[in-house]
């Protein structure tokens, strides 16, 4: 019988905390993959955020730091000045980077700074519960917009990726998504190519992961999926925002 | 070494190089710019970067992940800064992080004013940020008693693995004074075993963290950090005691005041009364033995300070009821003339003696 599928050596053998049907279980695999494939696992070091993605620094076999809540951009940035050669990414969800975060990954992208940032948007903040986020639909629920969100209490969701490819400093910038096979291959390319960006010490790059959350969506997991195809895509448009010019 | 004429911020900056800092970030606000402007012009010449945060915050989690890999960091501000970094600063206490952390303290609460303060003392000694921490705090009463303590507080930082603070005000930044760079006594530091290197190696991970989510782990790591908090309390308290023997009254002061203290103790000897001084150096570790002993002559302690009354609660503390503690204070930028000083002394013997 021939192996078809195994485990990834760019993941520790752990259960995980994350909710059945969650999405974050794919990208671990898509950044653990891709991190192994490119000959990097062991010199990465990342940073975990706040959020569900809290624990990331269990679950990569690599060195890793614990940054507090939106200044995973921040801590990235202190610990790849020093540490050069290393691959520094960040993992984040889209509560801690675009709302609390905004200023620590905007100022860290106009630096120019040398890391990778691994933006997961499921447009909720899910560790706390699913309250509103900078990223929440007009119109979606949340514990903390019961009644939708409304554009004239609450304004607009964030387009971090178009946001950030408007800076000098950001080299690279793409949303993917992950809410099927092809979708996660897509996915994984471009994951892949903003850790080699920072190799090639191009500058800031970002992979921002369109995400689900069954959970706190109050979905089924396939329900999700399609949620965020029907409702997320048309407002947060896949594609490649900026990428660095082939010599 | 020739003696060297030096504002405090720069003094500051020229240690803290000389004690092999090699990282910098800052953010700008006054009456601490000199240090960042200087660690930006002096850093790159010696092998180091200086590097401009977008605020506090972000320069205080620029520390937390430059730290993290074992190199001497390094961060200044003044007290509204200062405030924006306590988050970081319990995250650095918590994952056990060295670094040195400058606050040339200004007045407060809110935007307040740029002149000289000590309205901090309980933000830098009770731990100003969440949770069960403390940091060694020193308090230089000269530019070049800045200088020593800001090399020492490195290898300090590195001992214990802690963030150390060094609570200067405005004075203390802005005057000038001649200082020259003599080396700390050799300590044995720890090897850097626990920070992330250069080469990641296979199998071996470096986690800095301070995320503990079981309550059963947790308290152990608390009950650590408070057996090294320990070990700083039982070595590292520092403090001056002058002019104590056969006192009438002693003053408390630190930094700048107690400089104004000297000279009152010089005014009162005119009148015949005789002013002691116990001023503390580290004001966390608080040097409760100094307060241990007092002549049978002492009637009052005299807390000196440019706040509202806030080093006078360790005083105090120290005490233990055995003394009246008296308070004399000045705010909102004022600094305490030396004449205000004597006649506080004169109120508590009710008129001269």
């Given at each position: 019988?021939?192996?078809?599928?195994?485990?990834?050596?760019?993941?520790?053998?752990?259960?995980?905390?994350?909710?059945?049907?969650?999405?974050?279980?794919?990208?671990?695999?898509?950044?653990?993959?891709s991190?192994?494939?490119?000959?990097?696992?062991?010199?990465?070091?990342?940073?975990?955020?706040?959020?569900?993605s809290?624990?990331?620094?269990?679950?990569?076999?690599?060195?890793?730091?614990?940054?507090?809540?939106?200044r995973?951009?921040?801590?990235?940035?202190?610990?790849?000045?020093?540490?050069?050669?290393?691959?520094?990414?960040?993992?984040?969800?889209?509560?801690?980077?675009?709302?609390?975060?905004?200023?620590?990954?905007?100022?860290?992208?106009?630096?120019?700074?040398?890391?990778?940032?691994?933006?997961?948007?499921?447009?909720?903040?899910?560790?706390?519960?699913?309250?509103?986020?900078?990223?929440?639909?007009?119109?979606?629920?949340?514990?903390?917009?019961?009644?939708?969100?409304?554009?004239?209490?609450?304004?607009?969701?964030?387009?971090?990726?178009?946001?950030?490819?408007?800076?000098?400093?950001?080299?690279?910038?793409?949303?993917?998504?992950?809410?099927?096979?092809?979708?996660?291959?897509?996915?994984?390319?471009?994951i892949?190519?903003?850790?080699?960006?920072?190799?090639?010490?191009?500058?800031?790059s970002?992979?921002?992961?369109?995400?689900?959350?069954?959970?706190?969506?109050?979905?089924?997991?396939?329900?999700?999926?399609?949620?965020?195809?029907?409702?997320?895509?048309?407002?947060?448009?896949?594609?490649?925002?900026?990428?660095?010019?082939?010599? | 070494?020739?003696?060297?004429?030096?504002?405090?911020?720069?003094?500051v900056?020229?240690?803290?190089?000389?004690?092999?800092?090699?990282?910098?970030?800052?953010?700008?606000?006054?009456?601490?710019?000199?240090?960042?402007?200087?660690?930006?012009?002096?850093?790159?010449?010696?092998?180091?970067?200086?590097?401009?945060?977008?605020?506090?915050?972000g320069?205080?989690?620029?520390?937390?992940?430059?730290a993290?890999?074992?190199?001497?960091?390094?961060?200044?501000?003044?007290?509204?800064?200062?405030?924006?970094?306590?988050?970081?600063?319990?995250?650095?206490?918590?994952?056990?992080?060295?670094?040195?952390?400058?606050?040339?303290?200004r007045?407060?609460?809110?935007?307040?004013?740029?002149?000289?303060?000590?309205?901090?003392?309980?933000?830098?000694?009770r731990?100003?940020?969440?949770?069960?921490?403390?940091?060694?705090?020193?308090a230089?009463?000269?530019?070049?008693?800045?200088?020593?303590?800001?090399?020492?507080?490195?290898?300090?930082?590195?001992?214990?693995?802690?963030?150390?603070?060094?609570?200067?005000?405005?004075?203390?930044?802005?005057?000038?004074?001649?200082?020259?760079?003599?080396?700390p006594?050799?300590?044995?530091l720890?090897?850097?075993?626990?920070?992330?290197?250069?080469?990641?190696?296979?199998?071996?991970?470096?986690?800095?963290?301070?995320?503990?989510?079981?309550?059963?782990?947790?308290?152990?790591?608390?009950?650590?950090?408070?057996?090294?908090?320990?070990v700083?309390?039982?070595?590292?308290?520092?403090?001056?005691?002058?002019?104590?023997?056969?006192?009438?009254?002693?003053?408390?002061a630190?930094?700048?005041?107690?400089?104004?203290?000297?000279?009152?103790i010089?005014?009162?000897?005119?009148?015949?009364?005789?002013?002691?001084?116990?001023?503390?150096?580290?004001?966390w570790?608080f040097?409760?033995?100094?307060?241990?002993?007092?002549?049978?002559?002492?009637?009052?302690?005299?807390?000196?300070?440019?706040?509202?009354?806030?080093?006078?609660?360790?005083?105090?503390?120290?005490?233990?009821?055995?003394?009246?503690?008296?308070?004399?204070?000045?705010?909102?930028?004022?600094?305490?003339?030396?004449?205000?000083?004597?006649e506080?002394?004169?109120?508590?013997?009710?008129?001269?003696?």
């Amino acid at each position: 019988m021939s192996l078809v599928f195994e485990r990834t050596e760019g993941l520790v053998d752990m259960p995980t905390h994350y909710c059945p049907g969650c999405t974050h279980g794919i990208i671990h695999r898509l950044v653990a993959e891709s991190l192994v494939e490119l000959g990097l696992m062991d010199d990465a070091v990342c940073i975990a955020s706040v959020g569900c993605s809290v624990f990331t620094y269990k679950y990569f076999p690599c060195d890793a730091y614990q940054a507090s809540h939106g200044r995973a951009a921040a801590v990235a940035t202190g610990a790849k000045r020093v540490l050069e050669d290393r691959t520094v990414f960040t993992y984040q969800g889209d509560g801690d980077l675009a709302a609390i975060g905004t200023a620590e990954t905007v100022h860290a992208a106009a630096r120019g700074e040398n890391i990778t940032i691994i933006y997961v948007n499921n447009a909720i903040y899910g560790m706390t519960g699913g309250q509103m986020a900078p990223t929440t639909l007009v119109g979606q629920k949340a514990t903390t917009s019961p009644y939708g969100r409304k554009a004239e209490l609450q304004g607009y969701p964030i387009k971090v990726s178009e946001m950030l490819s408007t800076l000098d400093g950001t080299a690279f910038a793409e949303r993917v998504s992950v809410h099927n096979p092809a979708h996660v291959r897509k996915a994984k390319k471009a994951i892949k190519k903003a850790f080699e960006v920072q190799t090639a010490k191009e500058g800031f790059s970002i992979v921002e992961i369109l995400s689900t959350c069954a959970t706190n969506w109050g979905m089924t997991p396939p329900d999700a999926l399609n949620w965020l195809e029907d409702n997320m895509i048309p407002y947060y448009p896949l594609g490649n925002f900026k990428t660095p010019e082939e010599n | 070494m020739a003696k060297l004429l030096m504002k405090g911020n720069e003094a500051v900056g020229a240690a803290a190089i000389k004690a092999g800092c090699k990282y910098f970030f800052g953010y700008p606000i006054t009456p601490q710019n000199e240090l960042p402007e200087y660690m930006s012009r002096e850093l790159p010449k010696n092998n180091g970067l200086y590097l401009q945060a977008e605020s506090e915050i972000g320069a205080i989690n620029m520390v937390y992940g430059a730290a993290g890999t074992g190199e001497r960091v390094m961060t200044s501000s003044s007290s509204p800064g200062i405030a924006l970094k306590q988050e970081g600063i319990s995250y650095l206490c918590g994952a056990e992080l060295p670094c040195v952390i400058v606050n040339m303290s200004r007045v407060g609460p809110g935007l307040g004013g740029i002149q000289p303060a000590q309205a901090d003392y309980f933000q830098a000694t009770r731990g100003g940020g969440n949770g069960d921490y403390c940091t060694p705090v020193y308090a230089p009463a000269s530019i070049q008693e800045t200088v020593d303590l800001v090399m020492e507080s490195f290898d300090v930082a590195e001992t214990y693995r802690t963030p150390v603070i060094v609570l200067g005000d405005g004075m203390i930044g802005q005057m000038m004074e001649s200082v020259e760079f003599n080396e700390p006594k050799k300590r044995e530091l720890p090897p850097r075993d626990w920070a992330v290197p250069q080469k990641g190696k296979k199998g071996e991970k470096i986690l800095i963290n301070s995320l503990y989510i079981m309550p059963e782990d947790m308290e152990p790591h608390i009950q650590k950090l408070f057996r090294k908090y320990d070990v700083i309390k039982e070595k590292e308290v520092r403090y001056e005691k002058y002019n104590c023997e056969g006192a009438d009254v002693v003053a408390v002061a630190y930094g700048t005041v107690s400089r104004i203290v000297r000279n009152a103790i010089k005014m009162l000897e005119n009148d015949g009364i005789k002013l002691g001084l116990i001023r503390p150096i580290t004001l966390w570790p608080f040097p409760h033995e100094a307060f241990k002993d007092f002549s049978p002559e002492t009637k009052a302690l005299l807390s000196v300070e440019m706040s509202a009354g806030q080093m006078i609660d360790d005083v105090k503390i120290a005490n233990e009821g055995r003394l009246p503690v008296e308070f004399y204070g000045r705010m909102g930028g004022i600094v305490p003339k030396p004449i205000e000083v004597v006649e506080k002394v004169k109120e508590i013997f009710g008129g001269a003696k």
